[in-house]
């Protein structure tokens, strides 16, 4: 039976039936309205478990987990895990790094530290694949004005995305420019938040700077940091819009990331079936990660609350 | 509104006034040329309507997909004729080319009926066609019923014809046995080069002959201190890399891309040919390319033509029309060159690429969508389009001779019709057509960018590719 | 012991002022090239100076563009409308739906309650392609292909977890005992939800929906798959200057600067709630 009881408090009285009710009633309609939007998961699920390319249509057969099973072998797929992986934790990680410094720099709450936050956030108002676009002009070797600047300090051949040594450089790059606002807005968000007492005490004592950043401003933080991280991951291990408007994948495959190998796959190669599979495999990675960051969240917030 | 400037194009059409004398009278009236050309082509086409009935599907309103392109352009500034000549209505959805054929594939593999008619190129047809989403535009072609007697499919260029046309099988030759029609030609382009006067003066060179001279002379460019790069081509990981210069220079060595036997593809593209011309590319794209060239499209190789930071392309001939143009900062300055790539071959064979329209099967309404095709395809159209707009290369042999089309083109476009002339008999596709076309050519791509990059030395990248290319045609049961 | 502190202020101010630069520089670029035309965009090397021109602008906005191929039509304040209606409709029944939702998680504690909670959330793992194209048949089976209802529910995917998640957090971060004596004084459940808890979590609902809006905005798959050149936002539109008479970058550039506008004058004006609301559920002193 469902009981529904105010957190923290214990009830004293049995609640009518329709207040017993009343938190599925709240929460029930976004279920249903998302849960509509993915019906077609379950087609997709099918289409993964089959042979299924539009062009040979005589061909299309269930072959459950044959698309699974040749990517056990498939260097393509193992490729596109390893640029996936390697991207999201180069994104991720500077990011998070660079938000938490710029977070911190602009703590305090001045006038001018505002204005530099919400100037910070301009980048992530630049939808992706225009951004894109304008790196590439950027970077271009003749017009570009990147390529101008680095030429200024020797680096006349830097070859940006068109080069296999350089193109996961200058990707990460522009994620690095478009999403550390995301992580930055957050963590200054965390770091305002933070009672003043554990920090005033310190001080008192006359604790080092680096220790009340590693004993109390990083361990207080980590709420948001999980938040921001889980949030960064998810978007990134599902990166399309950048790496699709400045290489398509290329130079040769040295940026293939998942969901642009299942695009040109779907939309291009008709090849519907292993497109789906690709698909899966990445849904399974982020659900799985996902899940662990969740119940560290948990967790963490659950210990926040008992040591107040 | 224009009742006079009527009067006066009827007389012309009757055959009592000349095109000069026309077009002067339409000055007087203060019309240009454009608006009189419209109502020309308005009058014609009254003309054409007399044997046909083109009434048949008054009312209806036929829905198109377009692709942004100066082909569309010229569909949509004659579109009025078409709705006078026909009472039909006409809704269009026109798409940048970067996302277009994604497009229309997520409508057609949805059976979506949003579409009765698009563009196409003929390679997509390849998997449209087998995946049963086009109509066999024979049936209509070829039955009096459907299509007016003036269409005169006779007239359009037999190796047009026959490279939107096939059978369906793997590896059976374009407009062979059993071949279904599943697009009409709507203009073409062909690949030749396109180069820089200026800074071909400057550096004192003359277009190339062949391939191992166009390496030559491209480094030469690229040395000649004028901040340009020597040659531009398409790079980025797609399979329009491999469609224009390319595999134009890999035929004409005598390079296939499968050997079919017995029903199965072999991949070929490792042949001692393939290998000696790709080597030759590679190197000239390392030394006088564009350093940006794995992710050069054809927007970005068209984008530095115009802008003077390359000295020459070679890629589709109206690209280099195109930037022949409007605001460029090389209008003017370009010139064209047909091409021949092997020493010892005599006479080029460029590759072509084919905007053409097709019929979606799904469609409810594949009548007056026929009748939209037959109309945007047909002469009166072509005429309009290569006179009036840029509706270049035509596909019809009688444009190609109208005397106001090739007098145009020949005083805006210098060399552009001898350049046609040498590179149209040996134009035509060149690659064997197979459902895998994407797939595979866009590895095809992948393995040149890594060749570029060094990552591979070519006689061992084009070993792996043929081997990994035999491995998908085993998996999809065609090799 | 003072010039120890001024040193460390110093680093302070040029670490800021690197900050700045390396986020501001691109955008301070893509604002300049706004005012040039393509031939002074495209020169070699680039160049800061330049005489400006109101070109692109008034490109964007008459609708039309010359180009070397005759004239471009432009329908790009379509796709600026159709981008504010998905994006603001989106976010709109977004916080109608997610605000009670995240209310329910934070304040009740109740069986598959946190399960609930996670699905929501997992509809943002989804990747958007898995769901994108057996989505295009069905909408055309229930007619809601190329409508900007069907846009506005697919865009729930972006913006319901994102909401319901911060202001979840903001709810938990306000102490339940203001609505309890509210309550107490027999007022009705609707009403201390209506009257207290949503003003109470106001900043936090407002960064949660300037934040979704933003991602939104910014959607790019989505939009191109379902919707025909009608109802497309401008992440897709903005493509038709790529064109065959060479890359327009001026009127991209405008246009960025135009799709920008929008967002930013409303982070400005959520600008006081942004960084408060974003606090999620940490326990303050």
């Known amino acids: ?308 | ?479 | 012991m003072a010039s120890k502190i001024s040193g460390g202020a110093v680093l302070r101010a040029a670490a800021r002022i690197i900050v700045l630069l390396f986020f501001l520089f691109p955008i301070f670029w893509v604002f300049l090239m706004s005012f040039q035309t393509n031939q002074q965009i495209l020169r070699i090397p680039p160049s800061i100076f330049f005489t400006p021109t109101l070109e692109n602008y008034t490109a964007l906005f008459s609708g039309r563009l010359q180009t070397a191929s005759g004239s471009l039509d432009i329908a790009f304040i379509k796709n600026l409308l159709n981008s504010i209606i998905l994006s603001s409709c989106s976010v709109l029944i977004a916080l109608i739906l997610g605000v009670p939702a995240a209310y329910a998680f934070a304040r009740f504690k109740f069986r598959l309650g946190e399960n609930i909670a996670f699905t929501l959330l997992s509809f943002r793992f989804a990747p958007p392609l898995l769901v994108l194209v057996p989505l295009v048949a069905y909408f055309q089976m229930i007619g809601l292909s190329d409508t900007y209802i069907g846009l506005i529910w697919v865009y729930q995917l972006i913006c319901l977890p994102l909401i319901l998640w911060i202001v979840r957090g903001y709810f938990e971060d306000i102490s339940p005992d203001i609505e309890h004596a509210y309550r107490v004084d027999g007022h009705s459940w609707a009403k201390t939800f209506f009257k207290i808890a949503i003003p109470l979590a106001r900043p936090g609902i407002a960064a949660a929906a300037l934040l979704s809006f933003i991602f939104a905005w910014n959607n790019f798959v989505f939009a191109l798959i379902l919707a025909s050149a009608d109802k497309q936002p401008v992440t897709v539109g903005a493509l038709a200057f790529v064109t065959s008479a060479g890359i327009q970058y001026g009127i991209i550039a405008a246009a960025i600067v135009l799709s920008v506008t929008p967002t930013l004058l409303l982070a400005l004006y959520a600008q006081r709630y942004l960084v408060e609301g974003l606090s999620l559920g940490a326990v303050k002193g």
């Open chain 2, 1 to 479: 509104m224009h009742e006079k400037a009527k009067d006066a194009v009827a007389s012309f059409v009757a055959g009592r006034t000349s095109r000069r004398e026309l077009f002067g009278y339409g000055a007087k009236l203060g019309l240009g040329a454009a608006t009189m050309g419209f109502l020309l082509n308005e009058a014609q086409t009254t003309a054409q309507a007399a044997d046909f009935d083109w009434q048949y599907y008054k009312g209806k309103t036929v829905n198109l997909l377009l692709n942004k392109h100066p082909y569309a352009d010229a569909i949509i500034a004659d579109l009025e004729n078409f709705k006078k000549l026909t009472g039909m209505d006409v809704k269009y959805d026109v798409f940048p080319e970067d996302v277009y054929f994604d497009k229309i594939t997520a409508a057609l593999s949805s059976g979506s009926t949003q579409y009765d008619a698009f563009m196409t190129g003929a390679y997509q047809t390849w998997q449209y066609g087998p995946a049963g989403w086009l109509e066999d535009l024979n049936e209509y072609i070829k039955d009096p019923k459907w299509t007016n007697p003036a269409y005169a499919w006779d007239d359009v260029l037999p190796n047009l014809k026959a490279s939107t046309s096939w059978s369906g099988v793997p590896g059976a030759a374009l407009g062979g046995e059993g071949a279904k029609q599943w697009a009409v030609p709507l203009a073409f382009e062909l690949n030749s080069i396109t180069y820089n006067k200026r800074i071909f003066d400057k550096a004192k060179v003359e277009p190339a002959k062949n391939l191992p001279e166009l390496v030559e002379i491209a480094a030469k460019i690229q040395g000649s201190g004028q901040n340009v790069y020597g040659i531009g081509t398409r790079g980025s990981r797609s399979w329009a890399t491999i469609h224009p210069g390319y595999l134009s220079a890999f035929a004409n060595y005598g390079g296939k891309d499968f050997e079919v036997a017995d029903g199965k593809l072999k991949a070929a593209m490792n042949s001692a040919a393939g290998k000696e011309m790709t080597a030759l590319w590679v190197d000239m794209i390392k030394s006088s390319g564009p350093r940006n060239w794995s992710t050069y499209t054809w927007y970005q190789v068209g984008t530095d033509l115009g802008a003077g930071a390359s000295g020459m392309i070679y890629d589709a001939d109206v690209l280099g029309y195109f930037m022949n143009g409007g605001d460029n900062k090389e209008a003017g300055n370009l010139a064209f060159s047909a091409f021949a790539p092997n020493p010892k071959g005599s006479s080029p064979t460029p590759n072509v690429w084919i905007w053409s329209l097709a019929l979606n099967s799904y469609s409810s309404q594949k009548g007056p969508a026929w009748w939209f095709v037959q109309w945007a395809t047909g002469t009166e159209h072509g005429l309009f389009g290569a006179q009036k707009m840029d509706l270049v290369n035509p596909v019809r042999n009688k444009i190609w001779q109208d005397e106001t089309f090739r007098a145009r083109i020949a005083k805006s476009y210098p060399g552009y019709l001898e350049q046609y002339a040498a590179s149209s008999p040996g134009s035509k596709i060149y690659f064997t057509p197979q459902p895998l076309f994407f797939n595979l050519t866009t590895e095809w791509a992948a393995s040149l960018q890594r060749m570029v990059a060094g990552e591979l030395p070519v006689s061992e990248g084009l070993d792996e590719l043929a081997a990994n290319v035999d491995n998908q045609l085993k998996q999809a049961g065609l090799g």
């Open chain 1, 1 to 308: 039976m469902a009981t529904a009881t105010l957190k923290g408090r214990p009830t004293l009285t049995r609640r009518p039936a329709r207040h017993r009710l009343l938190p599925y009633l709240l929460s029930l309609p976004a279920l249903l309205v998302c849960i509509g939007i993915l019906v077609p998961f379950a087609t997709a699920v099918a289409y993964s478990l089959q042979r299924y390319n539009s062009s040979l249509p005589y061909l299309r057969k269930w072959i459950w987990w044959g698309n699974y099973q040749t990517f056990l072998t498939d260097s393509a797929f193992w490729n596109t895990v390893y640029v996936s992986l390697s991207y999201t934790i180069w994104t991720v990680g500077i990011e998070l790094l660079l938000g938490l410094a710029i977070a911190l720099l602009l703590q305090r709450t001045t006038r001018f530290n505002n204005a530099a936050a919400i100037a910070c956030l301009l980048p992530l108002m630049i939808a992706p694949a225009l951004a894109a676009l304008m790196w590439k002009l950027m970077t271009n070797p003749d017009f570009g004005i990147l390529s101008y600047l680095v030429g200024l300090i020797g680096l006349s051949d830097f070859r940006w995305a068109s080069s296999p040594s350089t193109a996961m450089f200058t990707v990460v790059l522009i994620d690095v420019w478009v999403y550390t606002p995301f992580i930055m807005i957050l963590l200054l968000a965390g770091l305002r938040a933070l009672p003043r007492q554990p920090f005033e005490a310190a001080e008192l004592d006359g604790v080092p700077a680096s220790f009340v950043f590693f004993r109390i401003t990083l361990p207080m933080l980590m709420p948001y940091i999980l938040t921001a991280v889980l949030f960064r991951l998810l978007d990134a291990i599902q990166q399309f819009d950048i790496v699709y408007a400045m290489t398509q994948g290329g130079p040769g495959d040295r940026l293939m990331v998942f969901q642009v190998q299942a695009y040109l796959e779907r939309f291009q190669y008709l090849n519907v079936g292993r497109s789906a599979a690709f698909l899966m495999v990445l849904w399974l990675i982020t659900f799985i990660l996902s899940n662990l960051f969740i119940k560290n969240w948990l967790r963490l917030r659950e210990r926040a609350r008992g040591a107040v």
